[in-house]
């Protein structure tokens, strides 16, 4: 005999397996149907032949293929979109580009000390004209005095036998520690220690900076002054990158400083700098002007022109042109309303407009202004994109009705199923 708890949990379990059997059966229904969303079928998707798929284009290498597009005239008035013949002009060089005058380096001193020590004696002030052997400063050494102690220690006691082993190491010490032969001649002769050792201009110019003042500790590290020798100055002007293309070195230029008392100075280019100037991005070109009557002050800014010969050449304008980096294009109408995009090779750069070598002829019309909107738009067509906009293509045909589901072509029996 059966208790109730036990005959309700089987009931249960009957009715459970009941209702699983009869949810499969649906689904076995509904799979040979082809009514299941989730078929294993669904690869095999029936096309009805009244409605036959768009071609899809092959895929582009990258994001930068264009192709022609056909946009009409009234449409094109709309957008704003104006067109330029391209022609040959007289191109010349005429851009003036700042310049400032800067010490020639090859001229320039800066003075240091050979030891440790203090500075006891300034002699010349900043702004001051030296000339060679003119003493600048005097420095007091420990190291060098006790040097020259023991030197002179060993020179008498070697008297007797002048050119000794001892005598020339320490006249080579004396002479790395910044003492001269004359100084150390007059130490010998003397007998008497030099407390302060001199130090004296290497080369004639004026003192463009002094660095210490009278008790500042100074080592070899220390720049006492720097002298620099102003009878030939460099003048530096600053080409923008894309102007700099036809500026060699020899390349002539007419140089005015408003600020200075001198004319205007024809010079040559001496030396074009390597790196572009990264906040201006700008090419440093250098040229070396005599300036024996020091008219020229470093810091003084001007100008610089450089004359070039003018050549025919076709240009359109700057704006004409979409720059992707590693090539340019310009849009070039080749029919009524039909714009095609033309890969060039651009050369100078001028103000507002640009040399093109190759890619175009005198007498095309190019795009000059609305030009991002149509290369937007000829991207737009080259992915496969529908336009984007409605009035640039004819209209589409309406889209036929739905076939009746009696009319579609029954599943290909030789279709995979997996099995």
Do not use: C
Not at 82 to 104: A, K, N
């Amino acid at each position: 005999m059966i208790s109730p708890p036990r005959k309700s949990w089987l009931t249960l379990t009957l009715g459970f397996g009941a209702a699983i059997v009869a949810l499969g059966g649906i689904l076995w229904v509904q799979d040979a149907r082809h009514g299941w969303p989730f078929t294993r079928h669904h690869s095999q998707t029936a096309i009805a032949p009244h409605f036959p798929t768009a071609a899809v284009p092959d895929a582009q290498p990258s994001g930068a293929v264009r192709t022609a597009i056909k946009i009409d005239p009234a449409k094109l008035a709309q957008l704003g979109v104006q067109f330029e013949t391209v022609s040959r002009e007289r191109l010349g060089r005429s851009g003036r580009y700042p310049t400032v005058i800067t010490p020639d380096e090859s001229r320039l001193s800066h003075i240091h000390t050979r030891v440790s020590g203090w500075v006891e004696q300034l002699h010349v002030n900043t702004g001051d004209r030296v000339r060679p052997g003119l003493a600048l400063a005097s420095v007091f050494s420990q190291e060098l005095f006790a040097s020259q102690t023991e030197y002179l220690s060993a020179w008498q006691r070697s008297a007797a036998t002048p050119g000794s082993a001892v005598q020339s190491a320490g006249r080579t010490r004396l002479k790395v520690l910044g003492l001269s032969e004359g100084d150390i001649d007059r130490l010998e002769k003397s007998g008497t220690v030099q407390r302060l050792t001199t130090i004296t201009s290497p080369r004639a110019g004026i003192v463009l900076r002094r660095g210490v003042t009278v008790g500042t500790a100074v080592d070899p590290s220390t720049e006492l002054m720097t002298i620099a020798d102003l009878s030939q100055v460099w003048a530096i002007a600053e080409v923008p990158e894309a102007e700099a293309a036809g500026i060699t070195i020899g390349s002539k230029g007419a140089l005015q400083f408003p600020g200075s008392d001198r004319g205007a100075i024809d010079a040559a280019v001496e030396f074009i700098y390597p790196t572009l100037t990264e906040r201006t991005r700008t090419v440093r070109v250098r040229f070396a002007i005599d300036n024996s009557a020091t008219e020229l002050r470093p810091g003084v800014y001007g100008v610089t022109s450089f004359a070039s010969s003018t050549s025919d050449a076709l240009t359109v304008p700057r704006d004409s042109i979409v720059d992707i980096g590693e090539s340019q294009h310009v849009f070039v109408r080749t029919g009524e309303g039909t714009l095609d995009p033309r890969t060039v090779k651009v050369g100078a750069r001028f103000a507002d407009r640009v040399e093109i070598l190759d890619g175009i002829v005198a007498g095309d019309e190019v795009v000059i202004s609305g030009v991002f909107l149509i290369d937007s738009e000829s991207r737009l067509r080259a992915s496969g994109a529908a336009p984007a906009h409605a009035g640039h293509s004819k209209p589409s045909a309406p889209a036929p009705e739905k076939a009746p589901a009696s009319e579609v072509p029954a599943k290909d029996e030789h279709s995979g199923h997996g099995g």
